[in-house]
């Protein structure tokens, strides 16, 4: 997972800069393709930012979520912590990072971006 801690200031500065915008970019997509179902989102992000970007946003939403929450399954937490390139829940929750998507859509995208 991505270390902050690791980064020097400007790393810093535009890898959150980058969480944010892929975080605002899915929102976006989410909510025009919210009828097409989690599927075709994450195929819309994978055309928009590629298939990489797209894993690390989609685990970038997991990790905003809180593990006790059972909405989001713990297959889905655990294959979002394996995203090297996606930060911590610790990073995401210093960054104010919360979701406008219902825990359950946040789910069903994770297992949609699990098949990449």
């Given at each position: 997972?991505?270390?902050?801690?690791?980064?020097?200031?400007?790393?810093?500065?535009?890898?959150?800069?980058?969480?944010?915008?892929?975080?605002?970019?899915?929102?976006?997509?989410?909510?025009?393709?919210?009828?097409?179902?989690?599927?075709?989102?994450?195929?819309?992000?994978?055309e928009?930012?590629?298939?990489?970007?797209?894993?690390?946003?989609v685990?970038?939403?997991?990790?905003?979520?809180n593990?006790?929450?059972?909405?989001?399954?713990a297959?889905?937490?655990?294959?979002?912590e394996?995203?090297?390139?996606?930060?911590?829940?610790a990073?995401?929750?210093?960054?104010?990072?919360?979701?406008?998507?219902?825990?359950?859509?946040?789910?069903?995208?994770?297992?949609?971006?699990?098949?990449?």
């Amino acid at each position: 997972m991505l270390n902050f801690e690791n980064m020097t200031r400007p790393e810093m500065i535009a890898a959150r800069r980058t969480i944010r915008d892929n975080l605002d970019t899915l929102t976006a997509i989410y909510s025009d393709a919210r009828t097409d179902g989690p599927a075709a989102t994450v195929a819309r992000m994978v055309e928009k930012i590629g298939k990489a970007a797209t894993a690390a946003t989609v685990a970038n939403l997991v990790n905003s979520t809180n593990r006790a929450d059972g909405r989001v399954s713990a297959a889905a937490h655990v294959w979002a912590e394996s995203i090297d390139t996606a930060a911590t829940p610790a990073d995401l929750d210093r960054m104010h990072v919360y979701s406008s998507i219902h825990p359950v859509h946040i789910n069903q995208l994770a297992e949609s971006a699990r098949n990449l």
